[in-house]
């Protein structure tokens, strides 16, 4: 989950999560899984390490080189076999490669601008196999008024334009908790059916083993440069 529309968002996950984990939207990236007990990582290019307090949880989001392990007891992705991945928008994110479809966050208080669009468009060629669909979140309270209506459809109409095989959800910041949650989950089943995951993750490690082998060897230069500069300096 990824998008333009960061206070939306945090309000959503919250949602989903069943508590306030975040009063204002992550520059880190979050995984949040199902687990029996709590317990929740932050990792950096330096360290791997536990974090026991709220505050220390607050502190590390705010960084976005850091990747949280976030695992704890959460009924809706136990239900509906999921793990979310919070995300902010920023360009070249190599976490999109370890999603299995992404669902992109819009303002639908406002008209869909250009540069709202053009972020999803970067994001499809970037990867362009990775299914992606939509959440309008809407902070009106009256989400049942003819200019809101009017305004959720034609923001449809203009991703279907872009994005046909997309499918939109609509997330109201003042709607009953529950109804929204039960609607989310019937909607993650149909964008999620259809898909030869296996085969799609497959290809995924291997982008990551890529990876993995262009850095360790990247470090190896540098451990041998660093050996023969010492060596010329002795």
């Known amino acids: 989950i990824t998008g333009t529309e960061t206070s939306g968002k945090a309000s959503f996950v919250n949602m989903l999560l069943a508590?306030?984990?975040?009063?204002e939207p992550a520059n880190a990236t979050i995984l949040y899984k199902d687990a029996d007990?709590?317990?929740i990582h932050a990792i950096t290019n330096e360290e791997e390490r536990t974090i026991a307090e709220h505050n220390e949880f607050k502190e590390a989001t705010k960084d976005e080189q850091t990747f949280i392990?976030?695992?704890m007891p959460v009924p809706f992705l136990n239900e509906n076999k999921l793990t979310l991945?919070?995300?902010p928008q920023t360009d070249g994110n190599h976490y999109l490669y370890v999603a299995d479809s992404l669902l992109f966050v819009l303002n639908a208080d406002s008209n869909l601008t250009g540069n709202e669009l053009d972020m999803a468009v970067q994001i499809k060629e970037q990867a362009p196999e990775l299914p992606i669909h939509f959440l309008l979140c809407n902070t009106d309270r009256n989400t049942d008024s003819q200019e809101v209506m009017e305004r959720t459809e034609k923001i449809i109409s203009r991703i279907d334009a872009y994005f046909p095989k997309a499918k939109a959800f609509t997330y109201s910041t003042y709607g009953e908790g529950n109804n929204q949650i039960n609607e989310f989950s019937a909607f993650t089943r149909s964008i999620m059916g259809g898909h030869s995951l296996e085969q799609e993750r497959a290809s995924k490690i291997l982008y990551y083993i890529r990876k993995s082998i262009k850095y360790l060897l990247l470090k190896r230069e540098e451990v041998e440069n660093s050996l023969i500069d010492n060596i010329k300096w002795n």
């Open 19 to 23: 508590e306030e984990v975040s009063e």
């Open 37 to 39: 007990n709590a317990k």
């Open 69 to 71: 392990s976030c695992k």
């Open 85 to 87: 991945i919070d995300t």
